[in-house]
């Protein structure tokens, strides 16, 4: 297949842009010139003046989880406590069945409130209602709800919140709130690979060939060998897994990496804290929830290291990142032998000092590009005095980082080219961008959302850019992003996307 009559943006060296690409069967054969001679009848694409990049990766998102949430109660967006119990109270219902919804935000109600049971319970009587916050680490219940779990709710690294009788208010936050959803709000294996059909096809449509899935604890391989055996699959996932399971690994001696080219288990997640949003980061000042401290995750690396397994530790806060840094640098000479690519997701707040710490240690920075513009206004509200080293995209790749850009979906929405402007722009509306000085250029933006995603999954050499040898997974777009207005960045829409050699989106020929 010869496609033709285009920019096509390596994304590599030494020749960054080509006027046509050759692909043989999956995989790359070269650029303009090649097909003469290696494909003597291949297939002609015409372009039309279309740009071509390399497959967008989502670094950060929970699949399963986010294809789920489309089917339930969206929340996000509503401004005020008013706004969402009218959103609940107007909800459709199936009898029998807890009311589930997501994506609620207090930081975005006004006038400021609290969620509580008996606000829910006035729209929804007595069938259980359960709703997770934007960050996922809270969760509302009403009375129904509540009566449940029969008051087992409290847990190390968990919070009830109470009233001033001491009674729950109907909010759980962290290891509280993942022990009812374990208990209380399990979901068919059935019902997520459904969902997940429809979200393989959503995500293919906005360009997304490959996710690195943090739904581990969900049993996601699974569902994703279910969708392969039945041919839906069409995107490339790397798998984490809880890091709990490592003593099932020391006793098999299964090693990062194991799978196929479309599915493969990859690595371990430990939490060190909560969220900034339901104001469980872990912070210098001695706020927040410490989930997993430093010594606990040395010692979680230093197992992982025996047998193979690279960590990808959630640090939010300017103290969990800091000891998760620490971890890393205390343990580098048992892991760094074995070339393993350790990733802290999220580093949103980090004193300015761990800044480069990164590039020396070794660790990348998986982050999400849109959360700067999702986020300043909490973060001015909740990390005033502690910006400098927030959201802090510039300065981690100026430190020499490795940064992969991610959604964190469901938190934010899987759509990799709205990452991408947002970290450009750094605004996602028509607000003035927020902290201009942390703008990365749309170059290190589509790296960060190509190149880097595939070196952490030891596949620099096979995938990220469009080069002889390497798969041919790639976008066409309607525009060249990096020559386009910025002001267009936002506009810019996904025409076809291509896995494998095979057309997974909107096969051409396009009008």
């Known amino acids: 297949m010869i496609l033709e009559n285009g920019l096509i943006r390596t994304m590599g060296a030494p020749v960054p842009t080509q006027r046509a690409l050759a692909i043989a069967g999956d995989t790359i054969a070269g650029g303009v010139g090649v097909h003469e001679h290696a494909l003597p009848s291949p297939d002609h694409v ?18 399963p989880t986010w294809a789920l949430a489309r089917t339930q109660i969206a929340l996000d967006g509503c401004r005020s406590l008013d706004e969402t119990i009218e959103r609940i109270r107007t909800a459709p219902r199936r009898p029998g069945e807890m009311m589930r919804g997501y994506g609620w935000r207090t930081g975005d109600w006004t006038p400021a409130a ?41 847990v190390a690294g968990g919070v009830v919140e109470r ?39 959503l995500a293919l449509s906005r360009g997304v060939t490959a996710v690195h899935d943090k739904d581990g604890w969900l049993g996601a391989p699974r569902l994703w060998q279910r969708l392969q055996e039945q041919g839906a699959l069409g995107v490339r996932v790397w798998q984490s897994l809880p890091h709990d399971r490592i003593g099932a690994l020391e006793e098999t001696g299964i090693r990062s990496g194991i799978g196929d080219d479309f599915v493969r288990v990859g690595y371990l997640k430990v939490f060190m804290d909560g969220t900034l949003g339901s104001q469980t980061a872990l912070m210098l000042d001695g706020t927040g929830v410490e989930i997993t401290s430093a010594d606990e995750l040395a010692d979680i690396v230093r197992r992982a290291a025996r047998v193979g397994w690279p960590v990808a530790v ?60 999702s986020d300043r206004d909490l973060a001015e509200r909740f990390w005033a005095g502690r910006l400098a080293g927030a959201y802090a995209w ?27 402007a947002a970290g450009v722009l750094r605004t996602a509306d ?82």
């Open 394 to 420: 510039r300065s981690l790749l100026d430190a020499g980082a490795v940064v992969a850009n991610g959604s964190d979906a469901p938190i934010e929405e899987l759509d990799p080219l709205a990452g991408i």
């Open 163 to 201: 009233d001033e009788r001491g009674e729950p208010t109907g909010v759980l936050r962290e290891e509280s709130a993942w022990r009812f959803k374990e208990r209380y709000l399990r979901v068919s294996d059935d019902e997520y690979v459904e969902a997940m059909r429809a979200g393989v096809r």
């Open 430 to 511: 028509e607000r003035p961008a927020w902290r201009l000085e942390q703008a990365v250029s749309v170059e290190e933006a589509l790296l960060a959302t190509c190149a880097a995603p595939a070196w952490l999954t030891r596949d620099e050499h096979r995938r990220g850019r469009l080069l002889p040898g390497y798969l041919a997974d790639l976008v066409v777009l309607d525009r060249d992003p990096v020559t386009c207005p910025t002001e267009e960045l936002r506009e810019i829409r996904v025409v076809a996307t291509m896995v494998g050699g095979r057309w997974r989106h909107n096969p051409p020929p396009w009008d």
């Open 46 to 63: 015409d372009l039309g003046g279309r740009t071509v990049v390399p497959g967008l990766t989502d670094s950060h998102v929970h699949f």
């Open 314 to 373: 959630h640090a939010i806060g300017d103290r969990a990142n800091r000891n998760a840094l620490d971890a890393f640098e205390q343990t580098a000479d048992e892991w760094r032998p074995r070339g393993l690519r350790h990733r802290i997701e999220h580093a949103q707040c980090l004193a300015p000092d761990d800044v480069a710490r990164f590039g020396q240690i070794g660790v990348a920075a998986s982050v999400q590009l849109s959360h700067a513009p």
């Open 114 to 154: 609290e969620p509580t049971a008996a606000a829910l319970d006035a729209v929804t009587a007595h069938t259980p209602a359960a709703m997770i916050s934007k960050d996922y680490h809270s969760l509302w219940l009403n009375s129904a709800a509540l009566a449940l779990a029969d008051g087992d709710l409290e």
